[in-house]
């Protein structure tokens, strides 16, 4: 995992004038707790459209600037003005990958536009909820913390991919010129969207996600696992 954070807002510029002292915040930073293991295409159309599995777990940690220390006491934080935005990008981390042409071609606008391409809108390579607000949550060791959970992401294309999470305080936009900056970044491992014939099956439901969905987090649990699990030994005793 790899994440990129910094304090905010940014210093302000040094000047001679009298000016007021403002707060300092916490440092922030992104841990991408349960990472994205396979997806299956949904190609062009929505109506057969498979979530990734496991659903991403983003965990934001937050230090404080002095002593370098995780705060960890959230419950008395407003998180209502935390947001994640997540985007696709390829696997070594060097081209978003978020749009695509409806040939599949990986539609990057800082390229020159082919002129046969020129009248060919690009449409979302990762559809579904790409942004998430916070909740404060209890993990599987009954600590609390502030999560997003992207339980409801698919991809249209083929290949190997990493997700890209960013983090936001819409707070910051009241002083910002009305856009909120992003304060800090973090990728997922690597993960493979196969083509149906190929796709290897959805992923067991993960302790993480059978805790949080018992929080009231709107998770797809898999029901059956332990059903399989009965028949299959049923079946070997038989034999």
């Known amino acids: 995992m790899q994440a990129v954070s910094y304090s905010y807002p940014p210093p302000a510029a040094m000047d001679h004038a009298p000016q007021q002292q403002q707060p300092v915040r916490p440092r922030v930073a992104l841990d991408v707790v349960q990472h994205p293991v396979r997806a299956r295409m949904c190609g062009f159309g929505d109506k057969d459209r498979r979530q990734i599995s496991p659903p991403p777990c983003v965990r934001l940690r937050m230090y404080d600037p002095m002593s370098g220390l995780e705060l960890r006491d959230v419950a008395n934080l407003d998180v209502s003005t935390f947001g994640l935005t997540v ?3 390829s696997a070594d981390e060097t081209t978003n990958m978020s749009l695509v042409l409806p040939s599949g071609q990986i ?6 536009v082919d002129a046969s391409h020129a009248s060919i809108v690009p449409t979302k390579n990762l559809i ?9 949550l209890h993990d599987l060791n009954d600590e609390q913390g502030i999560w997003f959970i992207m339980q409801d992401l698919s991809v249209r294309t083929e290949g190997e991919y990493k997700l ?10 009241f002083t910002s010129n009305g856009t909120a900056p992003i304060l800090c970044s973090a990728f997922s491992q690597p993960f493979r969207s196969y083509s149906p014939k190929k796709f290897p099956g959805v992923i067991d439901s993960t302790e993480l996600s059978k805790c949080f969905a018992s929080q009231g987090i709107r998770i ?20």
């Open 128 to 136: 579904g909820s790409v942004v998430a607000t916070a909740f404060k």
């Open 164 to 173: 890209k999470f960013s983090f936001f305080n819409l707070s910051d936009a």
């Open 220 to 239: 797809p649990i898999r029901r059956d696992n332990n059903k399989n699990s009965r028949k299959r030994s049923v079946s070997a005793m038989n034999q």
């Open 87 to 89: 985007e696709l990008w």
């Open 107 to 112: 539609h990057n606008p800082a390229d020159e």
